[in-house]
């Protein structure tokens, strides 16, 4: 790390920057991306090497991100926020492009650092749901009209749930780390489930879901807050920024914050779905874009959580079987786990499934009133 914090200093410098950086160092907890701080007297700047493992185009993400800040600022101008701190601002090479390409072919990239704000890894209340709720509301709502489909898909067929359902198929038939026997119970509750993993993508195909710029990683720890107030700011880590559909960053915001535990709990007893955390975040995201939203799209929100909670469940099952080839696990049964922890979470969700039909359309009516 010494070197490449050496190589930061030097490339920081290639930035559109004022003045030279005084002060380099690590930053935040990602595990993707190498982080850094860039500090110098005018003001503070975050460097970021990308991650060629995670994406393999990385000129592709830093092609959509500078689209979509850059319309994302219009927006916030337009409705008289501050484009320069409710958005990522991009720091262009002193050459003009957008990002630098070193000798190793790995992407670096600036953004300006906002100051005054704080992330938080869990929801500690309702209230604070609810401001994630309404930074990715306000997200949706000030992208609303941008072409979604002149975007690249960062990651291809990220959220075809009908193909991940296929590639855990096919990880039970290969059984390739024998496996299977100590998963068949776990392996039947989500086969179980097969028949409505094409719910959603079906109404895309059909036309009665329309296609938005979607963010795909709509974890808390991806919102900055006032670090006075506990106010939404600015939604953050545009790496997977691509075409989809809302219910994918609605549903994946719940399966992570509704949940009464960390993911990788393996104490089922401790698993649960929070309603009061849904209509937490439900009311702060249909507070602010309720009125960009179709009527099918509203319907299809408790679906969406359904949804990323089944497909992620899928995923981890999947990458277990086949050895926890993606996900980084602690230990040998930590996928096994997370798959258990999502189908747990899911199977307590499901009675609540017309609660919160009926959350949603409430909250999307007093959205639409204000």
Not at 305 to 322: N, P, Q
Not at 325 to 340: C, D, G, K, M, S
């Amino acid at each position: 790390m010494q070197d490449l914090g050496h190589s930061a200093e030097e490339i920081a410098s290639l930035f559109a920057i004022p003045s030279l950086p005084t002060d380099v160092r690590s930053f935040g907890n990602g595990h993707i991306n190498d982080t850094f701080l860039i500090r110098t007297p005018e003001r503070d700047y975050v460097l970021q090497r990308i991650s060629p493992q995670a994406f393999p185009h990385p000129e592709h993400i830093m092609e959509n991100m500078a689209l979509v800040t850059s319309h994302l600022r219009s927006a916030i101008a337009s409705r008289g926020g501050d484009p320069y701190r409710e958005s990522l601002c991009v720091v262009p090479l002193k050459t003009g492009e957008t990002y630098y390409k070193d000798k190793d072919h790995h992407v670096w990239r600036m953004t300006v650092c906002i100051p005054g704000v704080k992330s938080l890894d869990l929801p500690e209340s309702p209230a604070i749901f609810l401001e994630s709720g309404r930074a990715f509301g306000m997200f949706a709502r000030d992208l609303d009209g941008f072409p979604a489909a002149s975007l690249h898909e960062t990651i291809a067929h990220f959220h075809d749930t009908p193909r991940r359902l296929d590639a855990l198929r096919n990880a039970v038939r290969s059984d390739a780390c024998n496996r299977k026997a100590q998963s068949e119970d776990l392996i039947a509750l989500y086969l179980d489930r097969a028949c409505h993993a094409g719910d959603l993508v079906n109404q895309l195909n059909a036309g009665t879901l329309p296609l938005r710029v979607t963010h795909n990683d709509t974890k808390l720890n991806n919102v900055l807050l006032d670090e006075k107030t506990g106010h939404a700011v600015c939604v953050i880590d545009l790496d997977t920024v691509m075409p989809g559909l809302v219910a994918y960053d609605f549903g994946d915001a719940i399966r992570f914050g509704a949940n009464t535990a960390a993911e990788d709990e393996a104490d089922k007893s401790k698993i649960h779905f929070s309603l009061p955390m849904f209509q937490a975040f439900a009311e702060g995201y249909l507070y602010e874009c309720s009125n960009m939203l179709t009527e099918n799209e509203i319907d299809s929100l408790p679906l969406g959580a359904w949804m990323m909670t089944y497909e992620c469940g899928m995923r981890f099952l999947t990458d277990y079987l086949s050895g926890d080839t993606y996900f980084h696990t602690a230990y040998p049964a930590h996928n096994l786990v997370r798959a258990w922890n999502q189908i747990t979470l899911l199977m307590d969700m499901e009675p609540y499934m017309p609660q919160m039909q009926n959350v949603v359309r409430l909250a999307a009516k007093k959205g639409r009133s204000t």
